[in-house]
């Protein structure tokens, strides 16, 4: 499993397509939180949960591309092959199969994942929603010295959001944040 610090290099929450089966195959987005170990949260009533309760299995697929993402979210992928006997669709370059252990009932249910298989080269690093909205956020910050009063007023408020998900989803950003935050107020604006 040596290519898991290449898919997920540092602590933080990471977006992968999951493949479950037991009720219905399903491939839908989720994150996985990477600290110690690896962890999914799934809610109730869920496909996916249902689907674990049966089966406790998974697959993870690795992708970029935003549109796979948004067709999973609305059911719109359809397996194309099984691992496992999971659903799997093609043109993946990395695949990791795990066991999913339930950790704690609720909602959301949380599960533990130890990995059993991975397939593909896996060099590439799996989507994180704090390292998009870092970069997001760096094009915020140039536009806060030439935006009206008003236009910086509502900049900071998405200025505030991103930085409190950039903290939660990609905690290795936060020195980087801290020098961002001591830019702006070395500049007077107010951040609270």
């Given at each position: 499993m040596g290519k898991l610090s290449l898919v997920f290099p540092h602590p933080g929450i990471y977006e992968v397509l999951l493949g479950t089966a037991g009720v219905a195959e399903n491939i839908s987005p989720i994150g996985i939180r990477v600290s110690d170990d690896f962890?999914?949260?799934?809610?109730?009533?869920?496909?996916?949960?249902?689907?674990?309760?049966?089966?406790?299995?998974?697959?993870?697929?690795?992708?970029?591309?935003?549109?796979?993402?948004?067709?999973?979210?609305?059911?719109?992928?359809?397996?194309e092959r099984w691992v496992y006997g999971l659903p799997a669709i093609n043109g993946m370059s990395c695949i990791f199969v795990a066991k999913c252990k339930l950790t704690a009932l609720g909602n959301p249910s949380e599960f533990l994942l130890s990995f059993i298989s991975e397939m593909g080269e896996c060099k590439e690093k799996s989507l994180s929603r704090g390292d998009g909205l870092f970069v997001d956020l760096l094009v915020h910050i140039t536009r806060v010295d030439i935006v009206s009063k008003d236009e910086r007023d509502k900049l900071f408020e998405i200025i505030k959001y991103e930085t409190e998900v950039i903290r939660r989803t990609a905690p290795y950003l936060e020195p980087f944040l801290k020098r961002i935050e001591d830019s702006l107020r070395s500049k007077g604006y107010k951040l609270e």
């Open positions: 962890r999914i949260r799934v809610y109730s009533g869920s496909l996916t949960l249902q689907n674990l309760s049966i089966h406790p299995y998974c697959l993870l697929l690795i992708t970029q591309d935003p549109v796979l993402f948004f067709k999973g979210l609305s059911g719109q992928l359809s397996p």
